[in-house]
């Protein structure tokens, strides 16, 4: 059984297409139903804000591969000079059940969540063929920082300006100075949303605040799921997009509180296979803000943690475990 972490993921120069590429195959799994995924159940104790939750699923294709990610987050450690989130990847043959591998490193997840934004970004510049892009993200963490580095990657020359918002400052030692000339440091989050042809919450707010309404044709991807105000409804009726309505229609999630507060339903959304399978994005009008909800899904972390794992089963530096 091979062992990965945090050093052996830095040792590949992410090929985002690439990773994309997974994501979109993935897609195709759920697609063709040569997949499986149980609703992941959320452990809590003592302080409920924290949860670790099981993420279980089979993905078949080219992927082939079953296992299960053990992910727990407590937003209450980079107080503690923690990381946030802490995760476990357990890769199992899809024939055998045999484990393959255990991937130890919350990166995986942010990789993950990147590369599935990204695929939607990929379809709704194909839709809008939008020549400069003006990105938002308000929330810098490590699921902001690796947004940044795939919207960079995918978006190429198209990428324009880049407005950062966070709570606390900045670093941007990490980035060429050809990136940093594109950036502007947002005082408020209102100015990293205004102008944003593409916005993207990567936050762990406690509390939604986002109530103004977007810019006209622009592309939202509420990753971090509970930052809009119930009235954002109003502006995106038509043109919200979930990875799957089951998963992200409970735990206080904006989907949930619009379903509860403002009778959204599943019939009014489209699904992430509608992304791809449907082209749902090029058949909104052009001037209507589309929103992406994506709670995460396992069968990405799988597939994205085979891509890995066959990516490193070739530079023989990884660790054997009996």
């Known amino acids: 059984m091979k062992y990965l972490n945090e050093n052996h993921l830095k ?9 994309v590429g997974v994501i979109t195959d993935t897609v195709g799994c759920l697609f063709t139903n040569e997949y499986a995924q149980p609703i992941k159940p959320y452990l809590r ?5 924290n949860r670790i939750i099981a993420m279980p699923a089979y993905v078949g294709g080219t992927c082939n ?5 053990w992910i727990a987050s407590f937003p209450d450690n980079i107080n503690k000079g923690l990381s946030r989130a802490h995760s476990v ?8 059940g045999k484990p393959e591998a255990v991937i130890n490193t919350a990166l995986l997840s942010a990789i993950r969540t990147a590369a599935v934004s990204g695929m939607v970004i990929q379809r ?35 990428l324009a300006k880049i407005v950062l918002y966070d709570l606390k400052e ?46 006209s044709g622009s592309l939202h991807l509420n990753v971090s799921l509970r930052d809009y105000m119930p009235v954002a409804f109003d502006w995106f009726r038509g043109a919200i997009i979930v990875d799957n309505w089951e998963e992200v229609c409970r735990e206080q999630t904006d989907i949930e509180v619009m379903h509860k507060e403002r009778s959204l339903q599943q019939a009014d959304t489209q699904s992430i296979i ?6 749902c994005i090029a058949r909104y009008p052009p001037d209507v803000p589309v ?32």
């Not at 104790?45 to 804000?49: Q, V």
């Open 11 to 19: 040792e590949i120069v992410l090929d985002w297409p690439e990773a």
């Open 45 to 49: 104790y003592k302080d409920m804000k």
């Open 65 to 69: 591969m079953s296992g299960i990610k």
């Open 89 to 96: 990847v357990i890769l199992n043959n899809a024939d055998t």
């Open 124 to 158: 709704f510049m194909d839709a809008r063929n939008p020549e400069k892009i003006t990105l938002g993200i308000s929330g810098f963490g490590p699921i902001g920082r690796y947004h940044l580095k795939m919207c960079v990657d995918i978006l190429g020359e198209n």
């Open 170 to 215: 900045i670093d941007l030692s990490e980035l060429s100075p050809d990136i940093i000339a594109k950036i502007q440091i947002a005082g408020s989050w209102m100015e990293a949303y205004d102008s944003a042809d593409i916005f993207i919450t990567c936050t762990v707010s406690k509390r939604p605040y986002i109530d103004r309404r977007p810019k």
């Open 274 to 279: 509608n992304v791809v399978y449907g082209d």
């Open 291 to 322: 929103m992406f909800n994506p709670m995460g899904m396992a069968v990405f972390d799988i597939a994205i943690g085979t891509y890995f794992l066959h990516k490193l089963s070739q530079t023989n530096h990884l660790i054997e475990l009996d």
